[in-house]
């Protein structure tokens, strides 16, 4: 990885310029989430990324301090849309969690799927599938944003009515395992993401209430 330092100097713009202010991270992060997603990590240069919003790599260092900084900004955006989707659905639906924890679940369920299969970039970097092929040393970041995002569903799932040797840690990997397997089938037109949710929801509930 060339050096920030290093690569700088190099670089003719005006610092302003190199700045770019807030929209021009946000495109930055949007152009290496294509690249990513389509290329791969190893695939994708910085100065790929710079090149596709007009920028000379070095005015990129700014930004960010090296391409792993990036894929973590990248993720760290995917899973803030998962978490926007979950608490625009829970307010849309006003659904209280401690008085209907069934509802509550499927809301967020039904919110997860919209981002995940909606063929986007961040959603593809996200999936599970997908960070297996990041640097191993990037791994304890990335799982650790993923185990942030995941306890908004542990919650979820400690309000459930379950029976009581019900190991709620293998109601979440099975909920989880059947949301994220959907993306590899999933064809727009038979079903909805709140299909796929309620389904899925209806399903666990015959088996763990």
């Not at 791994?139 to 993923?146: H, K, V």
Request: with cysteine; aromatic share 10%.
């Amino acid at each position: 990885m060339t050096n920030r330092v290093a690569e700088a100097p190099a670089d003719p713009q005006p610092k302003a310029e190199a700045r770019g202010g807030e929209s021009r991270r946000e495109a930055l992060l949007d152009a290496a989430a294509a690249m990513f997603a389509a290329k791969g990590y190893d695939g994708t240069s910085i100065r790929d990324i710079a090149g596709a919003v007009g920028m000379l790599p070095g005015s990129l260092y700014y930004h960010f301090k090296s391409k792993e900084d990036m894929l973590i900004a990248v993720y760290r955006k995917g899973v803030a849309r998962f978490e926007a989707a979950i608490d625009e659905a829970l307010g849309k639906t006003g659904v209280k969690t401690v008085s209907e924890p069934w509802q509550a679940i499927e809301a967020a369920c039904a919110a997860h799927l919209s981002i995940l299969l909606d063929g986007g970039d961040y959603a593809r970097i996200v999936n599970p599938e997908f960070v297996r092929s990041f640097p191993p040393a990037m791994l304890p970041t990335l799982n650790a944003e993923r185990d942030r995002y995941e306890r908004h569903f542990e919650k979820l799932i400690a309000a459930l009515p379950l029976a009581p040797e019900t190991d709620r840690w293998l109601f979440k990997v099975a909920l989880f395992g059947s949301l994220n397997w959907s993306q590899t089938w999933y064809r727009k037109g038979r079903y909805t993401p709140g299909d796929i949710a309620a389904a899925f929801i209806g399903m666990l509930r015959q088996k763990g209430a």
